[in-house]
């Protein structure tokens, strides 16, 4: 059998979320073709491998994946047969896994930093690899290569923390000439709606801009526009394929952390959503374009806005490790669209060691 690695928790603000989704994934695969080590990685990001697998309950998000700090873990950057290995040097333990499911959100885990050591260990791992990462985790750069690619994408303008620190009036006056209110104001490279504030007036923007400010040194401020939120969630490598729509209609002021995760009536999730044939066919053709455009493989789930008045439709942000808690749209919508949870995980394995093996071919000398 192929031992997974499932990696989770990290350093980021989307540590709990991360736990909760590992407990998900840990308790949908296959252990008739699956054995599972649970590698769980701390704040301060030390590697801890787990006794077992053990699922524990959460008092906000019903139940998580147990993070035990056990002994002092080094990580092999690179063992012999394309394996992941890992040391204890308290007790001389080792652990190797086959494959790894990073089932990781956030800053040092999503974007890129993580595949990289992955990459350098040869070993098969699940999802995006370091481009795709990090490009699908920095929102401007994601946007200008969507643009770019012809999809439409809401307008926006990037601010720097030194910017912001030395220019803060001449910016807030910047944001209400130009952008206007209402307006989204976003760390540039964060998840899960960390940090997002949504701005209706002038006098709420610094507070929102500093708070952006304490997840990432970059802040994307986007126009609002009173809009439908639909998700797509896409499979595959080179031949990517898009899953039925759903909608997402939010309870609180807008789809924030609180009502994905922790408010379990914080929003209703209409699977398939409810648009026309013509616009499906429209946003799924671009979300696997989009897909392709920010270098995607394995899974992503895609975001899109789609205007209330006149049902133009926007390419909001591709999450390349998209949420796999009980109530995510990811494995909720491939669900809905035939694949259920566990044959989801195995298609998402597999592709990850197509990938190592077709990888494995090409040529490292000249």
């Known amino acids: 059998m192929i031992n997974i690695g499932v990696l989770y928790g990290g350093r980021s603000g989307e540590h709990d979320v ?8 840990v308790k949908n695969l296959d252990t008739s073709k699956f054995t599972v080590t649970a590698i769980g990685i701390d704040h301060d990001g030390k590697w801890h491998v787990q006794e077992r697998p053990e699922i524990v309950k959460d008092k906000s998000f019903g139940s998580i994946l147990d993070l035990k700090k056990t002994g002092d873990w080094l990580v092999n950057h690179f063992q012999k047969d394309g394996k992941l290995t890992l040391y204890d040097t308290v007790t001389g333990r080792v652990v190797s ?3 790894v499911f990073p089932v990781v959100h ?19 791992y699940v999802g995006a690899d370091v481009t795709g990462s990090a490009i699908g985790m920095d929102k401007d750069v994601a946007k ?5 690619a ?28 130009d952008t206007g209110f209402p307006c989204f104001v976003k760390p540039c490279s964060a998840g899960s709606s960390v940090g997002i504030s949504k701005v209706k007036e002038i006098r709420s923007l610094a507070a929102a801009m500093n708070e952006a400010f304490l997840w990432d040194s970059f802040v994307l401020v986007e126009q609002g526009i009173k809009a439908r939120e639909v998700e797509f969630s896409v499979l595959g490598n080179d031949e990517p ?10 309870k609180h002021e807008f ?21 026309s044939y013509e616009l499906v066919s429209k946003m799924s053709g671009a979300a696997l374009k989009g897909y392709k455009a920010l270098n995607c493989c394995g899974m992503a789930r895609i975001d899109f806005f789609v205007d209330e008045d006149n049902d133009a439709f926007y390419l909001n942000e591709i999450n390349t490790i998209p949420g796999f808690t009980g109530i995510s749209m990811y494995p909720r919508l491939w669900g809905e669209s ?4 566990p044959e989801l995980l195995e298609k998402l394995i597999g592709l990850a060691m197509d990938r190592r093996e077709r990888k494995n071919k090409l040529r490292t000398d000249f």
């Open 338 to 341: 035939g694949i259920p949870y």
């Open 255 to 275: 789809y924030s952390y609180e009502a994905k995760y922790i408010d379990s009536e914080g929003a209703d999730l209409i699977i398939p959503a409810d648009i």
């Open 150 to 177: 012809g999809i439409p994408v809401v307008p926006w303008k990037k601010y720097s923390s030194i910017e912001w620190l030395n220019n803060s009036e001449k910016i807030a006056e910047e944001i209400s000439m």
């Open 18 to 25: 991360s736990r909760c989704s590992a407990a998900s994934v």
């Open 144 to 148: 200008r290569l969507l643009r770019d």
């Open 97 to 99: 896994v086959d494959a």
């Open 106 to 124: 956030g800053t040092f885990c999503e974007d890129g930093t993580l595949q990289g050591l992955l990459e350098l260990a040869m070993v098969p």
């Open 241 to 250: 394929v898009v899953s039925i729509p759903g909608e997402i209609r939010p």
